[in-house]
């Protein structure tokens, strides 16, 4: 294992450290517990929107706090679920009045470590809503599942939810616009390599120097199947297709198209991949009218890709497009 | 010895913490075969982490002990295995509470209110190939013991046994679930943590 | 070689048809000869700025096109100096009648090229003018070599020469603010993995699991020597160090910090890095007033990092606060 | 053969061109180890872009093949042989205008003249273990020749030795400069396709 790191164990803290150094301006980071809020929340009477997961995702979701988008991220331990303390700090730091929304991915530690927070927000007086992304058709959504796991369409959510809060919509319009996106999203990755958490030191699957693993998440967890590598061209196709019939997507749809890299794919190949999407959305009838290619959703040092496709109407459109202004997403501003 | 005090239980989670310490890469390697490899971390970071609390105040018997553990693990794992096994921990607290010495009757029922509380919170059901595959046949064979010797031996013999017969099993809870039959063939991670518990508990209480 | 691509010989055409599908509401990509232009170039009356250099090193250049930074990219094959006629076409859409500025990294390949397109642009009548990047410590400077590499300053000074040009400033002020920019910039690079062109299909080196690279450039070449793996810590210091003698930068100074990815290394890494590179900025007194941390200049997916620090006075710092509006780069837009 | 004409100077291109294809991956490879490994890419595309050129139209003399072939080169190669080769045809067939046969004595005036335009451009100096260090060898053996067949085959001789004399030499012009001592002990890549240009022309002339 080579990472630019100090120790494993002080991962989190030093990346901290560096944001805290990078966007204080813009963020205020604390340590115990380890939460990144804007600087100036909490925002009276805005709907607060909070956040977090594992660390080793990032940008998501420290990156994406700032005005138009989150108010506050708890990131935990590389690829752990944070506790419900940072939860609940981040959560009383950003309430407004107005009431708090907790963008939870479907994992059994997020799902469960944001329901306690949320119970004991609740106990303090704040409203807490919470919209469940998960829109990784790769997994089986059935009861002897623990449910499509969340991956590209959180970035798309928290956007236009904080869109949607930041132009003043009540509690329940910014989780009812945030789930429609959520239900109007689909994404589906695949790995060229592994990756390695700094606590393990080891790949955390094994894969032949001509093979690809479809159907990856975000943890570095094995995906659904492996199979010989073939172009950029077939890889998209064996993305797209699920994604495009499992909505369904039907001709005549406006979409966003994201293109999002795993953290170690140089953008090169991710607008390679992107020529793809839009060659095989256009043959279907789709027409892209939004997109985004770049690392946004990262699995450490990875190397592939995700796809996700969001249905787009005219609210999620103008809410895609609001000014937002954080450290790795911003325009308008 | 036929009751269970504030300095057994001391000593359990000593015992507990050091199985975790010692485990934490097998543990590791069994979450990153069909998980995301951070269990070991997870558990040893939790134990570590409720030493300190429970270095830095005195408690005052096993109830305050357990509530210690549940707040540190609450606060430090994340996870699925934070809220499950700090459920865990505060369920057993609160039943516990107010006895400065607990007999066997009162423990075993303790114990199946905690685990309920733990199916509670993760909605797993038995077979499922999750750390409740080991906390069942435990809780099972503490509440057919006749006394408290040999009913924790006999607990960690089925949490063993709970945590083997995971191996077979395709995951329905948790991330492993997301392989779907490609979780077979492998050890749960969480019910070895299960089974390195109900060890740790028999080593501390039958000495 | 695993790589998301089709064709290795199809690489910059196929990235080039992704840029054209994601971007062609900001540029206008050519095919014969290669260039990237803004949609809306020729800006009558403005200085045209002009890059340029082999592809693999993404964002740069084609994604910082648009407003307030270059007016047209000119992508050649991967780590290969675009051609004369690709830089003459680029200069010709841009050219608004103010002249053009070409900005060139000091590699031969570049720097020949450009010469054959400016000695044919000026015949054909427009005015042309070079701003030369070379700020890689790494390198000697002498009689000896073909000079320092241009690197990381390189983004610097596109961003603010473009603001500059924005601004309405004279061929020769953009020229001279740009060349400022260079002279006051320093950079220095290290390596984890090699990368691997889609030509060759081989590691540019190879270095052994508990290895680094230091002082490479951002072409896969070797450093200028290789040692031990250290914390992020020590990596931090061992190319800070060169950087801060070599200008030398002074107590008190402004600085702008750069750290720079090089394409495979994730984010948390560089925001450890960036917490190092701040500690030492402290130390040695320098006061940190603006700072970029992310995957701007990269060697494919190479895992490392650079350090450019920039020393900024009022106009440079004015300039680089400009609105920018790229698909890589964007604020106040 | 005495003379030099329209048709032995396109075989020598194909054959040139030729090389360049079989020895791709041996140019990366030299390339790889001082370089940034696109040599070997560069020149092949380069080529084959010039006998596209070549084939789309008729020709008139050599002056119009070595023009064309420059153009070709300047368009599609890039980096710092694009511009090197490129002068290099360039100036050999500006120097060759007019002539539908050249002799010894004007090819290899032509050669000298195209060689300076190379160090003009590229400001080396023999021994920087550049290109230079196999042309000038190569030159000064077609100056010193009494008929065409000999020189030329003594000008590929002078290339070779140009090239392996530059295996020790610590570089001071292009990429491998960056990597001073480290450089000595690799052959120089661009000398080494200036071989293969030399050997080319030997087997085209001469046969
Ligand atoms: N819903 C659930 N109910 C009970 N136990 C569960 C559930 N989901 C996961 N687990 C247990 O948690 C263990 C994984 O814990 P850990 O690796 O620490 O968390 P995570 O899966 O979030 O990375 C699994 O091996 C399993 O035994
Ligand atoms: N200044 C120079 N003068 C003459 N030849 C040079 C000069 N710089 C580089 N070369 C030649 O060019 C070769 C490299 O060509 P190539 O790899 O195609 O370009 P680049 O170095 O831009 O990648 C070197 O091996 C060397 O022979
Ligand atoms: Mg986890
Ligand atoms: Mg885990
Ligand atoms: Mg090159
Ligand atoms: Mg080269």
Chains 1, 3 share one sequence.
């Not at chain 1, 730091?93 to 708090?100: I, K, N, S």
């Not at chain 2, 997870?42 to 409720?50: I, S, T």
């Not at chain 2, 921990?89 to 607990?102: K, N, Y």
């Not at chain 2, 059901?125 to 999750?130: F, I, L, R, S, V």
């Amino acid at each position: 294992m080579k990472k630019l790191i100090n120790e494993p164990d002080d991962v989190v803290a030093d990346a901290l450290r560096g944001i805290e150094a990078a966007h204080g301006d813009r963020v205020r980071v604390t340590f115990d517990p380890y939460t990144i809020v804007r600087v100036d929340a909490p925002v009276k009477g805005k709907v607060g929107l909070v956040s977090g997961g594992g660390s080793g995702h990032e940008p998501l979701h420290g990156g994406f706090v700032g005005p138009g988008m989150l108010d506050a991220a708890c990131p935990g331990e590389v690829f752990t679920s944070p506790t419900p303390d940072q939860m609940l700090e981040a959560t009383k730091a950003v309430d407004g009045g107005a009431g708090v929304v907790h963008i939870v991915k479907n994992y059994t530690g997020d799902v469960l470590n944001f329901e306690m927070a949320a119970e004991l927000a609740k106990a303090e007086g704040i409203e807490v809503d919470t919209i469940l992304t998960n829109d990784d058709v790769a997994v089986e959504d059935s009861l002897y599942t623990a449910g499509r796991r969340g991956v590209g369409v959180t970035v798309l959510v928290e956007k236009i939810a904080g869109a949607a809060a930041d132009a003043g919509k009540s509690l329940q319009e910014v989780t009812e616009v945030g789930r429609r996106v959520n239900a109007a999203g689909r994404t589906m990755g695949m790995a060229l390599t592994p990756c390695i958490t700094p606590a393990s030191g080891e790949p955390s699957f094994e894969l032949d120097e001509d093979e690809v693993e479809i159907g990856i998440g975000i943890h570095g967890e094995p995906g659904r199947f492996r199979e010989k590598i073939g172009p950029a061209s077939q890889i998209a196709e064996r993305l797209m297709t699920p994604i495009l019939e499992d909505l369904p997507f039907s001709s005549g749809d406006s979409v966003l198209a994201f293109v999002n890299g795993m953290g170690g794919t140089p953008l090169i190949e991710l607008y390679i991949v992107y020529a793809e999407v839009a060659k095989i959305a256009a043959a279907h009838g789709l027409k892209i009218e939004r997109n985004l290619v770049g690392n946004y959703i990262t699995s450490l040092e990875m190397q592939g890709c995700s796809i996700t496709l969001l249905r787009l109407d005219d609210e999620l459109t103008r809410y895609w497009d609001a000014p937002v202004n954080t450290p790795a997403l911003r325009w308008g501003a | 010895m036929s009751l269970i005090n504030r300095d057994t239980t001391l000593r359990w989670i000593e015992l507990f913490a050091a199985q975790m310490d010692e485990h934490r890469q097998d543990l590791i390697r069994l979450d990153t075969a069909i998980g995301d490899g951070d269990h070991g971390t997870n558990m040893n970071r939790g134990m570590q982490k409720a030493l300190e609390k429970l270095q830095a105040a005195e408690q005052a018997d096993p109830s305050a002990v357990l509530k210690t553990v549940a707040m540190a693990l609450i606060s430090s794992v994340g996870g699925a295995a934070g809220p499950l096994y700090g459920t865990l921990f505060l369920q057993l607290g609160t039943a516990l509470a107010g006895h400065a010495e607990v007999d066997l009757p009162t423990y075993a029922a303790a114990w199946r209110t905690s685990v309920e509380g733990v199916q509670a919170r993760g909605k797993a059901e038995p077979g499922d190939k999750t750390m409740v595959d080991a906390l069942l046949p435990a809780v099972a064979a503490l509440e057919q013991a006749s006394d408290l010797n040999t009913g924790l031996r006999a607990a960690a013999d089925g949490a063993e046994q709970g945590m083997l017969a995971t191996i077979p099993l395709i995951a329905r809870k948790g991330r492993a679930s997301y392989l779907g039959e490609r979780s077979a063939g492998h050890q749960d991670p969480g019910s070895t943590s299960t089974y390195y518990l109900f060890e740790s508990a028999a080593a501390a209480f039958t000495s």
